[in-house]
């Protein structure tokens, strides 16, 4: 191996190298080596290596600039704008208006939570309705549902074996019916608000 | 604008070099020294031999090929590359466009000289 033909070998994958600067290092690390293994195959392929014989052979390699442009990846082509479409996911809203009825039943707070998420980003809704949907009632059903299990815990029953039972804990008979009557509300809010808001969105789709 | 002639050729070439690859790879695997001087051989489809590299890569983290590392009989393991099944239906989908575009670009540049 002459060591003229090394020096060029050389000077060209340095600049190659230096070309690549602005890669990751795995990727430049890459490319340098099979660029170097090519070369390495192409020079064992030579009769005769003398300096005319490589500077021929870097050439067929091509321009280090080129080889790296080539790795930025094609120049952006002149693709036509893709207009913004108004996205009206129709599978979406549905989504929304269960998640937001029961979601919070299914998987607590989180499931109501990604019905909002879904509610807001949709367009089928105004921001007035949009509030409405989120603070009617927040949670959906599992408010309601919560509540009266927790209701049904606080009140705690005992008593000796065979005697009297005892409930302590309970609200008063006054508390007791007021609650049902909250709880049956919250219980009946929530469907009205999905009612509304499935209403609402077939009459926006009218329109557009 | 008046392209020169080699800008002509490698815009021709940017949209076709890959699957150009992809058909080289179609019946066999080949490592990349082989594929490169596959594509030298034909006059005009590769000029610079070195950005075959980048392109391989592109494919490969495009999923259509594939390569593994096989021992070689002389120097350092080789890598080989083989079309993917995404590699060939994309190739085939290739291969269709192609035809069709190929024949009516035939169709107005052949007639219009033969007049």
Known sequence: MSTSADKLVEDYLDRLERELTDFPSARRRELVQEISEHIAEARARLESENEAEIRNLLDRMGDPADIAAEARGPAPETTPAVAPVERRSGALDVVALILLLIGGVVIPVIGWLIGVVLLWISNSWTTNEKLFGTLVVPGGLALPVYLSLVAGYTESCGGPVGGPVTCTGGPSPGMRAAGIVVVVALFVLPFVTTAFLARRRSRSLALA | ?115
């Open chain 2, 1 to 115: 604008m008046v392209a020169t002639q080699d800008a002509l050729l490698a815009q021709m070439r940017r949209g076709t070099l890959q699957y150009c690859v992809l058909s080289l790879l179609a019946d066999e695997e080949r490592y990349g020294f082989d594929l490169v001087r596959g594509l030298a051989e034909m006059d005009g489809m590769v000029t610079s031999e070195g950005t075959i590299y980048p392109l391989l890569s592109r494919l490969r983290r495009d999923g259509l090929v594939e390569s593994n590392w096989q021992e070689s009989p002389s120097g350092p393991p080789r890598r080989y590359y083989r079309l993917t099944e995404r590699g060939r239906s994309a190739l085939d989908g290739f291969r269709l466009e192609w035809r069709r575009f190929r024949d009516a670009v035939d169709y107005f540049v052949e007639r219009m000289e033969s007049k």
